[in-house]
């Protein structure tokens, strides 16, 4: 087990700058994921701490060791892939014991090794399978029993479930999320999934084009995002984000959106804003909701306005419903929905503690 820092790492491929000079550290035993859509440079950052490939400038340190120059098998880390890489002529117990074979380990080691990895997976009963008798869930576990066995400082994990369906993945976060509790390793995964991201991560590194945008709980990226990017990446659906006009003056505190609508908030959300600014203003879907769940206690400070439904998306016992509001069109999730959905104009209320506003031009957190 051991920590993992990045001190300035960048890689370019000729004049392409896939990651700019980033900076983080991992604390030993933290599980962090690198998310953001393709080409980000998440992969490549992954790459780079395997060793994969070589560091165009910059540290990586492994605990206390700097690895820029040793290769993967020298850095005590294990890596499950995308593909599971299973050797097919072998059994689950063959390919998660091969590694140690080759690395000269004793037969009763190795024997014991897999033999406690697969009852931590629930793999034993499947021991003397092939990988073509096996389900998907069943051979990336395998391929997660496999890196296990070696006892790695730290564990990589590279977009591991994209292959699979949305049950399984839904239970497969599952098993790598009690996997991380019961073996207690450092967990750098990569994924573009931002539902894998939120619930597996003690903290998330929002990556875009080569560059970290933020690093926080999945509360702090939730809640505080520190720009347009990862307010409209995180959370589905995104947050709203719409074009506004700042106003700070004795008698009108707010900004105004679209076709003229204004919305009254205190100073202290605009205390970075100019009189006239322009601003993107963001909230949750969760922080517009009918007035009947606002009286019923949901929201504390609140504004209220009247605004035409324009579709309505059922989806069980929650529902999205696409608004119009000032020209704009935005999205409230309505939970617990029970009986007739609204239709028409229905009165509306905004969850001001919810309000963000960014920068319009450089989209930065105000």
Not at 145 to 164: C, H, K, T, W, Y
């Amino acid at each position: 087990m051991a920590s993992v820092n990045l001190e300035n790492v960048a890689k370019r491929f000729g004049p392409v700058v896939a990651v700019h000079p980033i900076s983080l550290a991992i604390d030993d035993r933290e599980f962090v994921v690198l998310v953001g859509p393709s080409g980000c440079g998440k992969s490549t950052t992954l790459r780079m701490i395997a060793g994969l490939e070589t560091i165009t400038e910059g540290t990586v340190r492994i605990g206390e060791r700097v690895v820029n120059q040793l290769p993967p098998r020298a850095r005590n880390i294990s890596m499950v892939f995308q593909n599971y890489a299973l050797y097919p002529h072998m059994s689950v117990a063959e390919n998660q014991g091969f590694g140690l074979k080759i690395a000269g380990r004793p037969k009763a080691e190795i024997s014991e090794r897999v033999g406690k990895a697969s009852e931590t997976l629930s793999l034993t009963p499947l021991l003397n399978r092939r990988p073509a008798q096996l389900s998907g869930g069943q051979r990336q576990r395998v391929a997660m029993g496999r890196a296990i066995v070696r006892n790695p400082d730290v564990f990589l994990f590279d977009e591991p479930l994209s292959n699979l369906d949305a049950k399984l993945r839904a239970q497969m976060r599952t098993e790598i999320k009690k996997l991380h509790q019961r073996v207690q390793t450092t967990v750098i995964y990569v994924t573009h999934d931002q539902v894998e991201a939120m619930t597996l991560a003690d903290r998330i590194v929002v990556m875009r084009d080569g560059r970290i945008e933020q690093v926080g709980t999945p509360y702090e990226i939730f809640h505080q995002p520190a720009s347009t990017f990862v307010a409209g990446f995180i959370g589905n659906p995104p947050m709203n984000l719409l074009p506004a006009v700042a106003h700070r003056s004795a008698d009108r505190s707010g900004v105004t959106i679209g076709t003229g609508v204004f919305i009254p908030l205190p100073d202290s959300v605009l205390a970075s804003a100019a009189d006239g600014m322009p601003v993107t203003f963001g909230f949750r879907p969760e922080g517009l909701v009918p007035r009947q769940a606002a009286d019923a206690g949901a929201i504390g400070h609140a504004h209220q306005m009247d605004l035409p439904i324009v579709l309505v998306e059922p989806l069980g016992s929650e529902a999205l419903v696409f608004i119009d509001l000032g020209g704009e069109e935005v999205v409230a999730k309505l939970y617990r929905v029970s009986g007739d959905l609204p239709t028409g104009t229905v009165p509306m209320v905004l969850d001001l503690d919810q309000i963000h506003l960014f920068d319009a031009e450089s989209g930065t957190r105000l």
